[in-house]
């Protein structure tokens, strides 16, 4: 069987093209971003022409991928961990409706926070809306349960989570793809009235989601990605989920781990399986990649008292992404003294690019802040945020996409005069806009500056969805266009740029200050993929 | 058989070249692999680390277990020290010695390596004067491959060969001047050893 190198992302990419998709629906976030970019460039998805371009947010991604499923196809949806969180609102009720076509939401978590604001484990939001969660182990299981999750989504008449987290999103290892599989045909839901979550519709479907759930967990228990290993020494049991049992499994090369095992790859969590375990064993290890989901569940699960050791009792670290060495310790196993990295080593943080326009935009800015006074600038999430670091520290927060303007509005409504946000440009048509109007219909004194690079940077250079829209969106939700101003960020420009910012400064109302330079990666990139495709 | 490797560098770097041949010859040989990349923030110019791992048994952990990798190889001289804990005290570091200078307080490492020296392997080679030499300056990564070849169980033919399969698309020419700058790093470390 041919073996082809992946990533965990580019498997899930592979496999739902496999399953035929008629649409992926995604909106750029590390570790998710390449599923999209994987299906984008996939030779039969460009033959098939299945749905693949960026949408504005998670939320218009994951409603449309619901509106793909109830025409009758199959669609998938990519997002970061925060990025469920602009979704939620879709999620929680979509696992109301159901789902016509099968329907696939894959989160990609972040623990230790390699790229990320937090690191909030998507498991809990699964199994708030009560629908299966699909959490593979490897590359492998990552195809395979993906390519399964659609028939599974269409044979529960549920959405499915599939959860990664950035260890295996961003890990290669050889994969075997299964056939191919033609794409659905359009129909329409049996029952029209599926979609219509009027409460008295609403409730009875609650109901069905209830009466669904023994059910799951009858499949969980079944499904060939939850397992029981025997094990002979019976002090000790142990729970893995996901990527949690490879941490496990390293320290056993010889695949000999004493204790029983439990691996869990598909929520609701095998209940079966569990007390089984509880029974033979006289002590629980839980071991997970995220917040203690499953630790918590089984706490009382049994009813009995049994000690269950993990993440809370500090067996395992608390937070952040567990290892191999992790599960040696809580396993008492000793550990050679490792050699030291030498005390002269310096960090290397990431910094903005040589010739990025974010770092005019920042010298411009804080020569005016030196005279308004710091601590004014709310900020928002993309390159511009190292904004916040020296050379700069031009910015004073980055909290969720499109809070600068939101904050920057409070914080005027208190009395705090001026206030500036800065957002980039597909920060602000992923949640910038409705802000905005807020502050048009409310006149606000705020100076909005928006650093267009017309590129979503951040996550590597993928198009933005405000290109060449962003005046003529301002303008329609009703800033007076003579306070929408429009400078190059250059170095030749900052004693222009300086004077835009005070003379918007100046005036009490809305101002929306847009720096446009295209990012210099972005550039660099078009340039390889044109002289790629001139290769071809 | 297997080998752990860190692979270590400054984002823009592209060590993941490295990682692709290396990736490319493990499969022509049917062997396992895992190699676990960073993405996003810490590309920026940011320390990049990748952990490769190749064996002839299926290999459970992305992650490779702290003192248990058998070679460090950095295209950077202050980012091989990063991942020291990583290293098991028989492995190798292999680095570069070109200094990738981008934060103000750069530390003067020559002390550090003199002292590593006397507990560990370590190669350090200009890989960058090496890749000029063989006249293709952008090649300095596979120099760098290839003066770390002698510490990797896969035979340095396969290796080649992975490089031919990554380099393909781009043309005869550009495959002939990464071997070649393959070999000349190859030829340095086993002269010092
Ligand atoms: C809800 C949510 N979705 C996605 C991300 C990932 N993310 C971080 S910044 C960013 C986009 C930044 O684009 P832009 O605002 O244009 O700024 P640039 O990076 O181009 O400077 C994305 C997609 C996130 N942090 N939160
Ligand atoms: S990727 Fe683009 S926007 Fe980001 S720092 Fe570099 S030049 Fe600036």
Redesign the pocket.
């Known amino acids: 069987m041919q073996r082809k190198l992946l990533m965990g992302v580019e498997a899930i990419g592979q496999a739902a093209v496999d399953a035929g998709i008629s649409g992926v629906y995604a ?4 570790p998710s971003t390449e599923i999209t970019e994987y299906i984008q460039h996939n030779k039969l998805a460009i033959e098939r022409n299945i749905h693949r371009e960026w949408s504005a ?2 939320k218009t991604a994951l409603e449309a991928a619901l509106g793909m499923s109830y025409a009758g196809k199959r669609s998938l949806a990519c ?2 961990h ?2 469920l ?2 979704a939620a609102d879709v999620f929680m009720n979509m696992a109301i409706t159901g789902i016509n076509g099968g329907l696939v939401v894959v989160v990609a978590d972040d623990p230790s926070q390699h790229s ?2 937090n690191e909030q484990d998507s498991r809990f939001y699964g199994k708030f809306a009560m629908i299966p969660v699909f959490e593979p182990s490897n590359q492998q299981e990552a195809y395979d349960m993906t390519y399964e999750a659609f028939e599974f989504s269409e044979k529960t008449g549920l959405p499915v989570m599939l959860r990664i987290p950035t260890r295996l999103a961003h890990s290669r290892a050889g994969v075997v793809s299964r056939p191919v599989q033609n794409e659905n045909p359009l129909h329409l839901p049996s029952n029209p009235m599926q979609f219509m979550l009027l409460p008295a519709y609403g409730r009875k479907y609650y109901q069905n989601l209830l009466d669904k759930q023994n059910w799951l967990i009858r499949l969980s228990e079944e499904s060939s990605y939850n397992d029981y290993f025997e094990g002979k020494d019976k002090s000790l049991g142990i729970v893995c989920c996901g990527i949690a049992y490879n941490y496990l499994m390293e320290n056993y090369p010889e695949d000999n781990c004493p204790y029983p095992v439990v691996k869990i790859s598909q929520y609701p969590i095998p209940e079966k399986l569990l007390h089984k375990l509880e029974k033979e064993c006289d002590e629980l290890l839980v071991a997970e990649e995220g917040y203690p989901l499953v630790e918590e569940q089984l706490t009382d699960f049994f009813g009995k008292g049994t000690r269950v050791w993990g993440r809370l009792n500090g067996a395992l670290p608390r937070k952040g992404e567990l290892n191999p060495d992790h599960l040696a310790k809580a396993l008492g196993k000793e550990l050679k003294e490792p050699l030291k990295m030498p005390e002269t080593l310096a960090g290397r943080p990431p910094s903005l690019c040589a010739g990025c326009g ?1 770092q005019d935009s920042y010298e411009a800015l804080n020569e005016v802040i030196a005279d308004a006074g710091n601590g004014r600038v709310f900020a ?5 945020t190292l904004g916040a670091l020296p050379p700069y520290s031009t910015i004073n927060t980055c909290v ?2 499109g809070a600068s303007i939101t904050m920057a509005k409070g914080a005027a409504d208190a009395g705090l005069v001026p206030v500036f946000a800065v ?6 048509t ?1 949640s910038g806009i409705t802000g905005l109007l807020d502050c048009v219909v409310e006149k606000t004194n705020i100076n909005i500056l928006i ?1 267009d ?1 017309e ?5 590597g250079g993928q198009d ?1 969805s405000a290109k060449g829209r962003i005046e003529k969106i301002c303008e329609g939700v009703g800033v007076d266009p003579e306070h929408i101003r429009l400078f190059v960020p250059l170095k030749k420009n900052h004693i222009e740029i300086v004077q835009i910012i005070r003379e918007e400064m100046a005036f009490n109302g809305v101002s929306v200050i847009i720096g446009r330079r295209e ?1 210099v990666q972005r550039i660099a990139k078009t340039k390889k993929m044109n002289k790629a495709i001139k290769q071809v | 058989m297997k080998t752990d490797i860190i692979l270590s560098g400054v984002g823009g770097q592209g060590i993941l070249s490295i990682a692709a041949s290396l990736g490319a010859a493990a499969l022509n040989e049917n062997y396992y692999l895992k190699q676990a990349e960073t993405h996003g923030m810490s590309q920026r110019g940011g320390a990049v680390v990748s952990h490769l791992r190749i064996a002839d048994h299926p290999i459970y952990s992305d992650l490779i277990p702290i003192s248990n990798a058998d070679l460090i190889l950095s295209v950077e001289p202050m980012e091989s020290l990063r991942y020291l804990p990583y290293l098991s005290p028989e492995g190798s570091l292999v680095t570069n010695t070109a200094e990738f200078v981008n934060i103000p307080d750069y530390p003067d490492l020559e002390e550090t390596f003199t002292e590593l020296a006397k507990n560990i392997n370590i190669i350090r080679i200009d890989a960058d004067r090496i890749a000029k030499e063989t006249g293709n300056p952008k090649a300095s990564n596979m120099v760098m491959l290839g003066a770390a070849s002698p510490f990797i169980a896969i035979h340095d033919e396969i290796i080649i060969k992975g490089i031919e399969t990554i380099f393909k698309a781009k043309g005869e020419k550009i495959v002939e001047m990464n071997i070649e700058a393959f070999k000349a790093g190859r030829e340095f470390t086993l002269s010092k050893s």
């Open positions: 909106y750029p976030g590390t947010n998670e997002m970061k925060v990025g969180n602009v990320s604001q974010h928002d999430i993309g390159c511009y969720d996409m957002i980039g440009d597909s920060t602000f992923h650093v690079n590129t979503v940077a951040m996550t933005s990012c």
